[in-house]
């Protein structure tokens, strides 16, 4: 199998505040996730790459330094929006890469629904 | 800048009827291409990956490239009301997405 879980699966938090968000691949090492963001009736957008063991590559427009990004074991990366703001609302989805794949394809997790008041 | 386009939809389909949904692409040197569904609310769900010209088949569906035309397609046979979703097409191993074609079958 291949599969991604993401914890938590909706967070309802108060403006300023900070919320992390993790991702994890459960039967399966992933040396690369992903992580996007979806807004209502758009695609997915990719905001950063996550290396295991090295700094997270981040998209053009994506602040790196409100949008933390760790990947500390081959199974775990973490999202946390710092500083939340009501225009972070969104549908956060990540991904991992399956290194036995053809191709390395990529499997997502069920993605975290932010709201912030 | 490297770009997915795909037809918005909505498109609609009795129920039975073959449904065609296309992407085309404008990186050349793209290896790699996935259709994906996305049902309201959900993350997307891989259901097709094409490395090669050509056809690809896996049950009710056929995805179908061509590299030289930098278009991918993917026909789903025998629609059923539980395909209506979005359909994501993804080109890349740096996943590129496009806009998403939403289908409707209708009973």
């Known amino acids: 199998g291949a599969v991604v879980s993401q914890h938590p699966s909706w967070v309802i938090c108060k403006s300023g505040t900070s919320v992390k968000i993790e991702c994890r691949s459960l039967?399966?090492?992933?040396?690369?996730m992903f992580w996007y963001r979806q807004f209502p009736k758009q695609s997915l957008m990719l905001m950063a790459t996550s290396n295991e063991g090295s700094k997270a590559t981040y998209e053009q427009g994506v602040e790196k330094d409100k949008f933390l990004i760790n990947h500390a074991s081959l199974t775990l990366s973490t999202l946390t929006v710092t500083s939340a703001h009501p225009e972070d609302s969104s549908f956060y989805i990540c991904?991992?890469?399956?290194?036995?794949?053809?191709?390395?394809?990529?499997?997502f997790g069920p993605g975290t629904r932010l709201t912030v008041l | 800048q490297k770009e997915v386009e795909q037809n918005s939809g909505p498109l609609s389909v009795p129920e039975g009827a073959i449904a065609s949904l296309n992407c085309t692409y404008s990186?050349?040197?793209?290896?790699?291409f996935f259709w994906y569904r996305q049902y309201s609310g959900k993350s997307p769900e891989l259901i097709m990956s094409?490395?090669?010209?050509g056809d690809k088949e896996d049950g009710r569906f056929t995805a179908q490239l061509n590299k030289a035309s930098q278009y991918v397609s993917l026909l789903i046979r025998d629609s059923q009301p539980s395909d209506s979703a979005t359909y994501l097409c993804?080109?890349?191993?740096?996943?590129?997405f496009g806009q998403g074609t939403e289908l409707s079958v209708k009973p």
């Open positions: 991904s991992a890469v399956h290194g036995t794949r053809p191709n390395n394809e990529q499997f």
């Open positions: 039967d399966f090492q992933a040396t690369t």
């Open positions: 993804a080109v890349g191993g740096k996943l590129i």
């Open positions: 094409i490395y090669s010209n």
């Open positions: 990186d050349r040197v793209s290896q790699s």
